[in-house]
């Protein structure tokens, strides 16, 4: 069959203007990973507008094998994520999500799990924007790179020194080592002019958020220190586990 149509339910990752004028949408499903599709019609189409990022719905997809042309026809959002649109803190967080969904083919080819996981966050990031709540906007940031790293099999182990491989006691000084991109024990911190002290109560917070669904997790609150630790590990992390460089690392909203 030169021409097939699908729908499947997916979040709306990015939408870009191509140079021919027309609209290319990426969307994240369960069931297809990641599709690029063109959306047609003028600025202020129903389906533009329908088809936004974050958006989360039911996509239909029509298929032109011969021609080559994957076509998003039609899109009925389930949630819209409202608030994260009126927020730059909140924009540059999801358009991180996004980026990093992106560049890592989502997670790596774990659809189910980066549909998830991209859920939670844009749900955790809505409702800290609703709330003006910066602190709560770091903490979902930190969790979903430090949940994707995880998904994907980078996170570092916290109980083991990724200089010295010797162990982490639970209750002992942790330091972030980025030119490992581990955690690092007291004394191979110390050589480490680079280290970032990260406070117990960050191993803690990560620990209790691990058994909590995400948007519980990001509502437990965190020690400015703790969490100013735990965003610089997680943004360190993600950008060495990223394919290509993350432009949103770069923007200084994030
Ligand atoms: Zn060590």
Not at 81 to 98: E, Q
């Amino acid at each position: 069959m030169a021409t097939r149509s699908a729908s499947f339910e997916a979040v709306l990752l990015r939408s870009k203007e191509v140079p021919s004028g027309a609209r290319v949408a990426t969307l994240l499903s369960a069931e297809e990973g990641l599709v690029e599709a063109f959306v047609f019609g003028g600025g202020k189409s129903k389906l533009r507008s329908l088809a936004s990022p974050w958006h989360y719905g039911r996509a239909w997809i029509y298929r032109d094998a011969a021609k080559g042309l994957v076509k998003l026809t039609d899109f009925d959002p389930l949630r819209e994520f409202p608030d994260i649109r009126g927020d730059l803190g909140a924009i540059a967080a999801a358009s991180f999500a996004s980026e990093f969904l992106l560049a890592t083919c989502a997670l790596g080819g774990d659809w189910a799990d980066a549909l998830d996981l991209a859920l939670g966050a844009l749900s955790a990031i809505d409702e800290a924007a609703r709330g003006r709540d910066r602190c709560a906007v770091d903490r979902a940031v930190s969790l979903f790179a430090l949940r994707a790293l995880d998904a994907m099999g980078l996170m570092p182990d916290p109980g083991e020194c990724a200089a010295c491989a010797g162990a982490i006691r639970r209750d002992a000084l942790h330091s972030y080592s980025r030119g490992s991109g581990g955690f690092a024990c007291a004394r191979c911190a110390e050589a480490d002019h680079d280290a970032v002290p990260v406070p117990q109560g960050a191993i803690a917070w990560l620990e209790a958020a691990g058994r909590r669904p995400f948007i519980e997790a990001v509502r437990v609150g965190l020690a400015d220190e703790a969490r100013h630790a735990l965003k610089a590990m997680a943004l360190d992390l993600a950008a060495k586990a990223a394919n290509s460089p993350l432009k949103t690392l770069n923007s200084g909203l994030l």
